[in-house]
């Protein structure tokens, strides 16, 4: 019995050891996570609390973008040709969009878009895209009425152009705003400006907190831009152009005008001939190249001066063609080497000045027959041929001269504008450097640039300008002047006509179409005016039986000058 009650009590002792262990087993881990629980109090409050403090308010701290404002762009008598407007993205959840075949049609009509197209969209897109962007701020408020599911409109910021005329100047932003063309491009990071934004405290209904703190980085609007161009006569001026392309046939047609004294461009426009399908004329003032023709010849002409005054007064016997290759006036013969003066005619004995009065190529191939190549090109390199002139605008071509230059026909054909490629700025700031004494100008779009970073330095002396000045002069006011309907003109004007075979790639010269032109200058009270006009692949002079820059271009040189002057610039 005894033996029976000290086993119970062994037992009953076991439980208690038993109860012992697990109590103190539960009171270790209790002491363990208390310990790791008051670790990490004291790490968040004491060892990292400002990092757990950061982070606690990264949750409550929201930021909202304050948008730039784009500059807007101005002609020189700050009236506004490109301005912004209140606009809309229209963006797409596609997952929310029932009834998608309806939708699309609706949209299609609006947006003036195919409806195969949107709903190929909203079928095959699985994520958030955007179907139209920089939509009017009218249609936009239109559609958000509607409160279709899954359609989403973003309110943006639209540029609006006022004057058509001026489009291809100024180019064009992408639908985030960045310039991709024009001076929109050239004048990104200025026109641009840079966002700001605003920092706050925000409740977890996402509701801003009065009492807290508020941050904000100032916006900085974009910078407004002032052009040279006057709207006014851009437009007239392409007005003119599109009637000249009706009336001569020609493919295309340009007009650049601009102050001599300070580089400033007036105008700077074309037009195309809508008959006549793919031809690009983006910018063809400075984006496309053509021989000259006679209106170089001021400049090979000039050379011989440069180097010899003398030959001012030398008489030369000029026939009505002259074979640089015997036999090559012959009408079997197809290599060239036959040149012609425009009009047959006895010979006659002539000097420099008559020449360029005449724009004879025969007389100009004799006078510069003593020079070589390389005088002519280094003379030329001094305007600023065969470089670009560094307008605000990209893709301006810099032109060039044949490689060739020891083939018989070489010197002749360079001689009377052949056998070199330049841009119609570039005929233009060369006459602009004999218009104004010799002086170096750099052709300009922007009215607020640096006027330190003109360059200003003599490219010819006062002297030898005013002698290539009294020589265009002459072509508007002499008896046999290839400009004479300029002469009615009551401002001094010179100049020289063009008329050079359009060349087509890779067919050649053609027979009956014509790049025909007209540079000059006219001094008028308060400032010269240089301008150029070029009709390119004219075919048809309804005034004459010739297709000539004297007959084509010139009078729409004569109606430029005599409205700039009029309205004043």
Request: charged share 20%; net charge negative.
């Amino acid at each position: 019995m005894n033996k029976i009650l000290i086993f119970l009590d062994l037992i009953g002792d076991m439980k208690n050891l038993k109860h012992y262990i697990v109590l103190i087993f539960i009171g270790l881990l209790i002491f363990q996570f208390s310990f790791i629980f008051l670790m990490n109090v004291y790490d968040i409050q004491f060892t990292n609390s400002k990092y757990f403090s950061s982070q606690a308010m990264s949750y409550r701290l929201k930021e909202t973008l304050i948008p730039a404002s784009r500059g807007n762009i101005y002609d020189s008598n700050l009236n506004p040709i490109v301005t912004n407007t209140r606009g809309f993205n229209l963006g797409v959840v596609p997952s929310k969009v029932k009834n998608k075949n309806e939708i699309s049609e609706i949209l299609s009509v609006l947006l003036n878009d195919d409806k195969n197209k949107i709903m190929n969209k909203l079928v095959n897109k699985e994520t958030y895209f955007y179907l139209k962007r920089n939509l009017e701020f009218d249609l936009g408020l239109e559609i958000q009425s509607w409160q279709i599911d899954g359609l989403v409109l973003e309110e943006t910021t639209n540029r609006v152009i006022h004057e058509e005329s001026l489009r291809r100047i100024i180019g064009k932003v992408d639908p985030d705003g960045n310039g991709i063309e024009g001076v929109e491009l050239y004048f990104n990071s200025s026109l641009k400006g840079k966002d700001g934004k605003r920092t706050y405290e925000s409740a977890p209904n996402g509701k801003m907190i009065p009492q807290a703190s508020i941050k904000t980085q100032e916006v900085i609007h974009g910078n407004d831009l002032i052009l040279t161009i006057n709207s006014e006569l851009q437009y007239k001026a392409t007005e003119l152009c599109k009637e000249a392309i009706i009336q001569t046939n020609s493919m295309n047609c340009s007009i650049v005008f601009a102050d001599a004294k300070n580089g400033e461009i007036l105008i700077l426009t074309e037009a195309r001939n809508e008959k006549i399908p793919n031809i690009s004329t983006e910018l063809i003032n400075l984006r496309a190249q053509y021989e000259p023709g006679s209106s170089l010849k001021i400049f090979t002409i000039g050379s011989v001066i440069q180097k010899d005054l003398s030959s001012m007064t030398e008489l030369y016997t000029v026939p009505y063609l002259i074979e640089i290759i015997e036999g090559s006036c012959r009408e079997e013969f197809k290599e060239g080497g036959c040149f012609k003066d425009f009009k047959k005619h006895e010979d006659y004995f002539i000097n420099l000045p008559e020449i360029i009065e005449r724009s004879s190529n025969v007389g100009t191939i004799l006078a510069t027959q003593n020079m070589t190549i390389n005088e002519i090109e280094s003379y030329l390199k001094m305007y600023g041929f065969m470089k670009k002139t560094g307008i605000e605008l990209t893709g301006e071509l810099a032109g060039g001269i044949s490689s060739n230059k020891t083939c018989l026909t070489c010197l002749p054909s360079l001689s009377i504008g052949y056998s070199i490629d330049v841009t119609q700025l570039q005929m233009v700031k060369a006459y602009s450097i004999i218009a104004n004494g010799g002086e170096n100008i750099n052709l300009t779009l922007n009215k607020q640039r640096n006027l330190d970073v003109n360059n200003s330095y003599n490219v010819i002396s006062t002297e030898h300008s005013e002698i290539l000045k009294d020589l265009l002069f002459n072509v508007v006011n002499g008896e046999n002047g290839t400009a004479r309907s300029l002469k009615l003109l009551p401002y001094l004007t010179g100049g020289k006509t063009g008329t050079s075979r359009t060349h087509i790639e890779g067919v050649g010269y053609s027979n009956d179409l014509y790049n025909t032109s007209f540079v000059g200058f006219s001094e008028l009270e308060e400032q010269t005016i240089v301008g150029s006009v070029i009709l390119w692949g004219a075919s048809i002079n309804p005034y004459s039986e010739y297709v000539t820059g004297g007959s084509t271009a010139a009078p729409i040189y004569k109606e430029m000058i005599e409205y700039i002057a009029s309205i004043g610039n």
